[in-house]
């Protein structure tokens, strides 16, 4: 009997977040502001607001004075899967709520400082109990929070650059149903396992910006891979009695390493109060390649053997997001309004596919509404997550055949404070850094 009931990984790295709204690109999350929700998160090179800080630590430079931002992002999901026979089942998520927190200083010509805590893997995916892919999942959770430090120099002569220090706690929850036939009378097990484990990670983030005209501005920034390592992680078994001896409840360790990610892009303002931008984000997903688990007590193969390491391959690849964002301000700077465009490609191949992550690529658009009045921000943004649909068979080494489909609504509300600190406003588009 061949058990996959080790997807440790497969929650942990949100297996790539619809995060954001979870989809493997899933449970990878960048929507951290409702203002930059409304830009397609394009934010690489904006230098406006504190949560660009997360794009590139080096937008702290071009803010002025001191700026706070509490952000609630709200993840609606809808979507199923269609079996080879034409059988829908449908995903019975519940709407989820993800908080962040951004806030910025800067404290004289040359030096910013910055502090953030986001989720950037994140969210959960829940099927029926009694589905068909029970066996595979029917309820995986992972979350994250980020405490990320930063600091930026500059600008001089138009360049500026920052670095920032991550780390990062996660917490998942994954159950799978096991298939071991009916019980005996009277026997009430539900014959499933429970995985449940936390570690904390380790990373870095720097970048660069360069204003070379009074229009424009460019921005490169990297954030680091960050190894999560679990050496407490649990395997609870809830199986009838004659198979209790086979799986007992143990501990399991564990490694998954986030992605590297980069990116680059140019803010570029036709007038004053317009400005667009256009974004590449390069995600090195084929840092997610293979899961090992060593169990403490194993799985019972025989009378006299047992299995204390369970093994599975994910072999995702590199992946790509363009992101394009506009922002036209207007009644005298109050108001602004805000529209995006998103296209992200799917790093999960056609064997890696299963209900925890049915990751296909997406296509986003976005708008957003904000306003500034005596120092009071207050901003929403809202993004539909049109997940391409998904098939895939037995013969590409799927787990389940079928086709997969997901939507998302992403709806954004900040709600902050601006203080203005120094009048040499280096953000506006028409002032020159020194």
Do not use: C
Request: net charge negative; hydrophobic share 40%.
């Amino acid at each position: 009997m061949k058990i996959r009931n080790v997807a440790f990984v497969a929650a942990f790295v949100g297996l790539m977040a619809f995060s954001q709204a979870a989809l493997a690109s899933g449970f990878f999350i960048q929507e951290f502001s409702a203002a930059g929700l409304g830009q397609g998160m394009a934010l690489v090179a904006s230098g406006s607001r504190p949560a660009s800080q997360y794009q590139n630590v080096a937008n702290l430079s071009f803010m002025e004075g001191l700026w706070l931002e509490a952000t609630a992002t709200t993840y609606f999901f809808d979507g199923g899967f269609e079996n080879t026979s034409g059988d829908f089942t449908s995903i019975t998520n519940a709407p989820q709520v993800v908080p962040t927190f951004f806030a910025s200083y800067r404290i004289n010509d040359w030096l910013a400082v910055g502090f953030a805590e986001f989720t950037a893997f994140g969210l959960s995916m829940s099927w029926p109990k009694d589905w068909e892919g029970r066996h595979l999942s029917y309820s995986s959770g992972l979350q994250t929070f980020t405490l990320n430090p930063n600091i930026s120099f500059g600008p001089f002569k138009g360049f500026a650059v920052g670095v920032g220090f991550n780390a990062m706690y996660g917490a998942i929850d994954i159950k799978r149903g096991l298939t071991l036939g009916m019980n005996p009378p009277g026997d009430t097990a539900s014959n499933s396992v429970h995985l449940h484990a936390s570690a904390w990670g380790f990373g870095a983030n720097v970048g660069v910006m360069y204003q070379p005209s009074e229009q424009a501005r460019i921005g490169l920034a990297y954030r680091s891979g960050i190894k999560i390592s679990t050496k407490t992680g649990k395997m609870d078994y809830d199986v009838n009695e004659a198979f209790s001896a086979r799986f007992p409840d143990q501990t399991f360790e564990a490694d998954i390493n986030l992605p590297h990610i980069i990116m680059a892009g140019m803010r570029y303002w036709p007038i004053k109060d317009l400005s667009l931008e256009l974004d590449l984000h390069w995600v090195q997903w084929s840092s997610y390649d293979e899961l090992n688990f060593k169990m403490s007590k194993g799985l019972g193969l025989g009378p006299d053997a047992r299995q204390m390491t369970l093994t599975e391959r994910k072999d995702y690849h590199d992946s790509i997001q363009l992101r394009f964002g506009i922002e036209y301000k207007f009644l005298r700077d109050i108001m602004a309004l805000r529209l995006g465009f998103v296209w992200d490609q799917n790093p999960v191949p056609d064997k890696s596919v299963d209900p925890m992550l049915p990751d296909s690529d997406r296509l986003m658009g976005a708008i957003g509404l904000g306003a500034i009045y005596k120092g009071f921000v207050i901003d929403i943004g809202y993004m539909p997550v049109f997940g391409l649909k998904r098939k895939v068979t037995l013969e590409s080494g799927a787990p389940m055949a079928g086709t997969y489909s997901l939507m998302a609504h992403d709806l954004s509300v900040t709600l902050g404070y601006h203080w203005g600190g120094p009048k040499k406003k280096v953000q506006d588009p028409e002032v020159m850094p020194e």
